[in-house]
């Protein structure tokens, strides 16, 4: 990995510019970028279009001319397939991640599934296309919500909700994820942004929705219930998710799991993503719980949740339609350190009832960022034709900040005899410190010139 004393000067380059070059057939020479463009290059002594196409959306130094139709760099950003993908994925998302959201408001199990198989998954992408991974996870999700409604013992419970639910929901989540990067170049933050707002209304619903049925017709029912409403939207999922570029089978490889951390800029993004994970979901599980200790009411708390999820909405979009403006990076930046300062400043010192709800909402604004961001940082640095594996690495190595985080926390509070105070402070300073490597990401590509859009 090479630091940036050993890179050369670092230029932007935009879409227009990506397209002049790959028109040409890649014989010119590169000119002079603007400094108001939107992506990284490294400025080399050759300085041939092929090198600067490479740096960008290729990301090899072995650039082969692009298929006609089909030119990585070439995006359409708009349009009736493509906003179809993105409405599409906001419902794979509301199915996967805001049943995730579902089962923290009732403090259950994630499942270890959602560890060990992003790679894998992302390579499945990367060679055969969203469609078979897409209906296969479909079944397997509301399969094992279905089977959940049957089970009566320990190891069904485990074998429904914590293997099967968890990999359809997987399988679910990252074909709508890869495929909606394949639409948009300059409004890609945006795209990601809708997208994730799905897993937000789904953390506002269906917690309520289990909560009521529960209620009136028993858990049963409940899992029933939630599975026909996941069925009916995954089916709309499977007619409208595609991606704008053809499978494109490979050789499966270890080292194409491995080679993209031997970049600087890959390595740290992921690094910053793994540190601010570990404090980023314990708010989602312990501000229910440290409310009520506050004196908050048993109803009142069960809302905090849906209150964070619901602001979330908003936490998503806007910050994504902010970042395709003035920096993917920077908004990440941003974003991250007032999620920190919301952490340290709000929930610490937070007794009664009106700072709980105060936190619930602004950190769900602030927190609702990364979701929509951490995809596009990565496919801003990445080839969009790798972007399933680099994606699925990246999100395998932070799931495992997401499923030790949660019994870290718990059990400094069970060394507090019940304070949440070292739980609030470890958040805020692992919060803390993903920030700091979101900014060296960045000094990385551009030095640390805060006027550069990044």
Known sequence: MASP?????????????LRDRSASNIHSASKEPDETDAHILPDTSDDTAADHISDTEKGSSDVKPAVAGFDPSSFPDGGVQAWLAVSGAFCCLFCSFGWINCKRAHNQSLG????????????????????????????LHV????????CSKYYQFLLAQGVCSPIGASMIFYPAM????????????????IMASG????GVILPIMVDKIIAHAGFPWAMRGVSFLLLGLLIY????????????PKPWTLLEFIRPLGELSYFLVVFASFLFFFGMFLPFTFVILS??????????????????????????????????????????IFTSFLSTIIVLGLWLPARGNVPYILFSAFYGFSSGAFVSLAPALIAQISDIRQIGIRTGSMFAVVSIAALVGTPIGGQLVSNENGSYLHLQIFCGVMMFGGSMMFVAARWTMVGLNPMVKV
């Open 112 to 139: 270890k599934a959602w560890v060990d198989n992003g790679p894998i998954f992302g390579k499945l992408y990367d060679s055969y296309g969203p469609r078979y991974l897409l209906l296969t996870g479909s079944f």
């Open 143 to 150: 399969f094992g919500l279905m089977m959940a409604s049957l």
């Open 237 to 248: 999922a499977n007619l409208t998710v595609r991606s704008r570029l053809p499978p494109s």
């Open 178 to 193: 890869n495929s909606t990067g394949t639409w948009f170049f300059e409004r890609r933050a945006l795209a990601f942004g």
């Open 199 to 202: 897993s937000s209304l789904g």
């Open 5 to 17: 004393s050993d890179s050369a000067t670092f230029t932007i380059n935009e879409k227009t510019d």
């Open 291 to 332: 409310a009520q200790r506050d004196g908050m009411s048993t109803d009142l708390a069960f809302y905090l949740i849906p209150i964070l999820n619901a602001v979330s909405i908003f936490g998503r979009t806007i910050p994504g339609y902010i970042a395709d403006k003035l920096g993917r990076f920077n908004t990440m």
